[in-house]
């Protein structure tokens, strides 16, 4: 079974939210970046976004466009990416990684190379902001064509509306909510019908509902916290690690407290 | 949707947040230029406020130098000097009819830049338009221009401060602000129905040109020339011609240092798929699949993509595409205003050199028209530094 699927049937079993972080692979340099993610599997992540790097991000605001233009300036590609989560998978980490990439990225590599690596390395779960439901096809065909292939996590929008049953039908995994118009990182300045869209979701999902973009603590996501399994942490995650010169007790203290705080544990 | 597609190029590579957004455009797109109400007003506009029909001017001097007939599609007589203005009048009546109180717009050279903040002056529209850093410092007098037109020019600092990435900044902006924000393109690039739209609204070179050229000649050129960064001229100054196939048709892009230095602009040349801007379609890329810096002398041609229609005309051999060195592009301009008197836009000396080298091989009967696509004003600190042997911008 696939690690996302798997982890999530755990937490609906103990009546738990995700709590998913983003990371750029490759920073501050592609080992720590290893170890960062034996870190938070420790500390209780549940699943992690790796970022492949790429030159122009146009989903991403200002930190993570800046982490991204960082780790290319190191050298970090998706080849180098692969051979991290291989060594990852073979020291025993099992964690569910997700990539979150460009298409670009996906297509130069080919599709067909792209899917049989990911399935051969261990990578769970796929997010494409740039390729929406219309241009799936092609890299849906080669997917469902590979054993144990990745998930290609569905995105939807504050203004999706009626598209939303079109996206989510034969989705897998988690749903990715935008929470607010446009590129990551935006502070908790959520969209203003935030929570009848959220509610919308909901109610044609079948599989979990994560809510990602702007979140920094799990109060800014109390007002939802009735509507969604589970949120997505990565500007804020980011600078976080920057701040604190990739600290580990820092990371993990901030893992422990944002999951307690949104389950309710004292 | 397979209208969005060019043979395997085009698309619509955007968040899903943007899916909307380009259905509604594409819905408006189709109902306006079947409306004649809506036509009647864009050729108004055209005709009164931008000063069209253009002359399609017979080059005596040039022709006899070369031994055949030269003719030049004068887009630098439109008002605001270069025929980005012809799409912008045609884009921002679209964003009128759709309710929009707002326009963005990315540039390079500042000439889509400048037509777009008179298109919003005209039409008392909030315009902010995006631009790499370093071409706000080579193209100074168009970033003066725009502001005394009432634009708000945000400087773009990331990658290669240039049109890329003023085009990133301006697709992050217009996923935050769709809901009433219009986003219009100057090149014939991006999500579908932008390619579209663009050639459509820049179809009016080639409709007048053949015109002028039958009225003239009594039969089609032997070859249309224009040069290509995007594309946007160029796929006006070929729409009409793309069904003669005996008009030969050739897209000059910019070589920069030449194609071996790797310090270009010419991604049919170059370039291999890939996705960028919304769109698949010929792209710089790097053995990591990031997108190269593109390298041109001239702003409007420095970027490292093309629109998705040239090149699927590319594949399916329609159109020929070339490229020409900076050097070579120079030598033609300074060749054009000495003999003809005319200053052209550094863009359009591209396609004036390889009009000159392919007249070489001409004969006298034959001829050709090459858009001439903007005037050279905006370049006049360029030039001087090129012909100063000073190390130019970029």
Redesign the interface.
């Known amino acids: 079974m696939n690690r996302i699927e798997k982890r999530l049937a755990l937490l609906e079993e103990a009546g738990h939210k995700a709590f998913i972080t983003y990371m750029t692979a490759g920073l501050p340099d592609i080992e720590r970046c290893a170890e960062l993610i034996r870190v938070q599997e420790e500390a209780g992540t549940d699943i992690l976004e790796l970022g492949i790097p790429?030159?122009?991000?146009?989903?991403d605001?200002p930190v993570i466009?800046d982490a991204s233009?960082r780790s290319?300036q190191k050298g970090t590609?998706?080849k180098k990416v692969f051979d991290m989560v291989e060594k990852l998978r073979t020291e025993g980490c099992e964690i569910p990684l997700v990539f979150m990439m460009?298409?670009?990225?996906v297509?130069?590599?080919g599709l067909a190379a792209f899917a049989a690596k990911c399935a051969a390395v261990g990578i769970d779960g796929l997010i494409i902001?740039?390729?929406?439901?219309?241009?799936q096809g092609n890299l849906k065909k080669v997917l469902d064509k590979t054993s144990e292939a990745p998930i290609l996590i569905q995105?939807?929008?504050?203004?999706?509306?009626q598209?939303i049953p079109m996206?989510l039908k034969n989705a897998r995994g988690f749903v990715y909510c935008?929470s607010?118009?446009?590129?990551t990182g935006q502070d908790a300045t959520f969209h203003k019908d935030i929570l009848q869209y959220l509610q919308k979701v909901r109610s044609v999902s079948t599989i979990p509902v994560m809510m990602g973009f702007g979140i920094r603590t799990a109060q800014d996501i109390m007002p939802m916290k009735d509507v969604i399994d589970g949120c997505i942490v990565g500007s804020h995650f980011i600078q976080l690690m920057e701040q604190n010169q990739y600290n580990t007790e820092v990371i993990k203290e901030y893992i422990t407290t944002f999951k307690n705080e949104m389950n309710g544990v004292k | 949707?397979s209208e969005s597609y060019y043979g395997e190029y085009g698309?619509?590579?955007?968040?899903?947040?943007l899916?909307?957004?380009l259905h509604e455009l594409e819905e408006a797109f189709h109902e306006a230029v079947k409306d004649p109400e809506f036509m009647k007003e864009y050729h108004y506009y055209l005709k009164e406020y931008v000063g069209r029909e253009t002359p399609l001017y017979l080059a005596s001097r040039i022709s006899d130098k070369y031994g055949c007939k030269i003719y030049l599609k004068r887009e630098d007589l439109n008002h605001t000097g270069a025929h980005k203005i012809n799409n912008v009048i045609g884009q921002i009546l679209l964003a009128k009819r759709m309710g929009k109180t707002k326009v963005i717009a990315e540039t390079g050279a500042g000439q889509h830049g400048v037509a777009t903040a008179t298109g919003a002056a005209l039409f008392n529209m909030e315009c902010t338009v995006y631009m790499g850093t370093e071409d706000i410092e080579r193209q100074h007098l168009n970033v003066m221009r725009m502001e005394m037109l009432g634009a708000k020019v945000v400087g773009v600092q990331?990658?290669s401060n240039t049109l890329?990435?003023a085009t990133?900044e301006a697709?992050?902006?217009w996923?935050?602000?769709?809901?009433d924000t219009f986003y219009i393109i100057g090149s014939a690039v991006g999500p579908h129905p932008y390619p579209m739209m663009v050639k459509e609204f820049q179809r009016i070179i080639s409709v007048e040109a053949k015109r002028q050229f039958l009225e003239k000649e009594n039969r089609l050129p032997d070859a249309v020339i224009a040069c290509v960064g995007g594309g946007s001229n160029s796929i006006g100054m070929f729409a009409e011609f793309i069904q003669d196939k005996e008009v030969e048709l050739i897209g000059v892009e910019a070589a920069g240092m030449g194609i071996s230095s790797g310090k270009h602009a010419a991604a049919i040349a170059a370039g291999k798929?890939?996705?960028?801007?919304?769109m698949?379609s010929y792209?710089l890329?790097d053995e990591?699949?990031?997108?190269k810096l593109a390298h041109s002398i001239s702003a409007g041609l420095d970027y490292p993509g093309v629109g998705p229609e040239h090149a699927y005309l590319n594949d399916t051999k329609r159109v020929k595409y070339v490229s020409v060195t900076d050097a070579e592009a120079m030598e033609a301009l300074s060749e054009l205003c000495r003999t003809e008197g005319i200053i052209p836009a550094i863009e359009s000396a591209h396609a004036l050199a390889y009009a000159f080298k392919k007249a070489k091989s001409m004969r006298k009967t034959q001829s050709m028209v090459i858009c001439l696509s903007g005037r050279g004003d905006k370049d006049a600190a360029t030039i001087e530094a090129y012909f100063n042997g000073e190390e130019y911008l970029n």
């Open positions: 790429f030159s122009d991000p146009v989903a605001g466009q233009f290319i590609n998706l460009y298409y670009n990225t297509s130069f590599y902001p740039d390729l929406p439901y219309e241009e995105l939807v929008a504050p203004v999706s509306k598209r996206i935008v607010s118009m446009g590129v | 949707m698309g619509q590579f955007v968040s899903e947040s899916m909307n957004t990331s990658g890329k990435d990133n697709i992050r902006t996923a935050k602000t769709a809901e798929a890939g996705i960028l801007h919304g698949r792209l890329q990591d699949g990031n997108v």
